[in-house]
């Protein structure tokens, strides 16, 4: 079985910064892409951010030059610092990754249970 826990979360005032973590564990045999999106209420699941194994990145157009993603691959685990947080980027963001299990397996798409960020003066 694998897991993705999600942490870093919270309140955060316009223009302020906040670093989210999420963590893999488990049966893990290779990761490949990690990745960050995000729902706002009344809005459907949208990517904003994602990185390959080798550390190529992609960003959504509402968050390029404003947030960062990186991974470590030695702790399985990715980030995504964001900064100049606006009030249109409050959602619960949800971690993503691309991972295969074992050697006999296939890749399979993880989900984190998400975590709140709240961008409000």
């Known amino acids: 079985q694998v897991q993705l826990v999600e942490s870093g979360g919270g309140l955060v005032q316009p223009g302020g910064s906040l670093r989210l973590s999420c963590a893999a564990s488990?049966?893990?045999?290779?990761?490949?892409?990690m990745g960050w999106y995000r729902q706002a209420p009344g809005k459907q699941r949208e990517l904003i951010a994602e990185?390959?194994?080798?550390?190529?990145?992609n960003y959504a157009d509402p968050v390029k030059g404003r947030f960062a993603i990186s991974r470590d691959n030695a702790k399985n685990t990715v980030y995504l610092q964001m900064n100049s947080l606006k009030a249109e980027d409050t959602a619960v963001y949800y971690c993503n990754a691309n991972i295969r299990p074992s050697m006999r397996s296939a890749a399979v798409d993880y989900w984190g249970k998400g975590t709140l960020v709240t961008v409000s003066s």
């Open positions: 990185v390959t194994s080798g550390g190529r990145t």
């Open positions: 488990g049966r893990i045999y290779t990761i490949n892409a």
